[in-house]
């Protein structure tokens, strides 16, 4: 650990501080969101590449984000909202309510970050009083289609969210993997479509696509109004 990151809890150096740059100086200058990581915690503790890749998605279209309501779904480490926040998003991060360590993360990561951000506790599949008051615009979500058991209860979430907010949208990056033909299945049991689908590394910049590998997609997701929601 270097001295710099001396203030943050380290429980047998298995803690670690991962810097990620967005930006390019011939346009506006760089900035760099830094993300706690623990090495000894599961999967809600890393950087995924569907992270970095949605990430950076959310930097490109900063535009878009400027000023938006946004909730990251299962955001774990939380980079894509951390950067939609440094664009000028209102964003509210969630993740599982039973994951106090998830969560107190994603507190010192937006410490760390200077940022303000709302991080609340929330289950798919469950309706707990916080999820009513949410209208996003944006809805982000990485790497949260991997466990095909929780699909279901995550495009509730989704599908309740969308119809609670008009006109808003779920932008999700996966990893290709056997279970596409379940996502599809469910798009159309929830009367959702996908208006747009990106390979992941089509727009990332070579320095960072160089360093993950994988079949990743981008997919913008919204709800059919042909079906008469």
């Known amino acids: 650990m270097e001295g710099s990151d001396s203030d943050e809890p380290v429980e047998h150096h298995m803690t670690t501080i991962s810097r ?3 930006g390019d100086d011939s346009e506006e200058p760089k900035f760099f969101i830094s993300i706690i990581e623990n090495m000894k915690e ?10 970095i ?15 938006a309501s946004v909730v990251e779904l299962g955001a774990g480490t939380s ?6 926040a440094k664009v000028g998003a ?37 309706w707990d009083a916080s999820i009513f008051s949410l209208r996003p ?15 279901d209860d995550l495009f509730a979430t989704v599908t309740f969210l969308l119809q609670n907010s008009p006109g808003s949208v779920f932008i999700t ?17 929830w009367g ?28 913008e997701i919204v709800l059919d109004t042909a079906l008469g929601h």
């Not at 599961?42 to 992270?51: I, K, M, R, T």
């Not at 990056?173 to 049991?189: E, Q, V």
């Not at 990106?198 to 990743?216: R, T, V, Y």
Request: proline share 2%; hydrophobic share 45%; charged share 20%.
């Open 20 to 22: 990620h740059s967005f």
């Open 42 to 51: 599961d999967y809600g503790l890393f950087v995924w590449p569907c992270s």
């Open 53 to 67: 890749v949605l990430a950076e998605y959310v930097w490109q279209q900063r535009l878009r984000f400027s000023g």
């Open 79 to 84: 980079l894509p909202g951390l950067v939609a």
């Open 90 to 126: 209102d964003v509210t991060l969630t993740d599982a309510s039973d994951r106090a360590e998830v969560m107190d993360n994603m507190r010192r990561v937006c410490d760390l970050n200077e940022l303000k951000c709302n991080v609340l506790g929330l289950t798919w599949g469950v």
């Open 137 to 151: 615009k944006i809805i982000l979500g990485a790497d949260v289609l991997y466990d095909t058991t929780a699909f």
């Open 173 to 189: 990056t996966y990893h290709n993997r056997s279970g596409h033909h379940l996502i599809r299945f469910l798009m159309a049991k």
């Open 192 to 219: 959702l479509k996908c208006v747009k689908l990106l390979d992941g590394f089509s727009f990332m910049p070579s320095d960072k696509a160089s360093g993950l590998s994988g079949n990743i997609q981008l997919a």
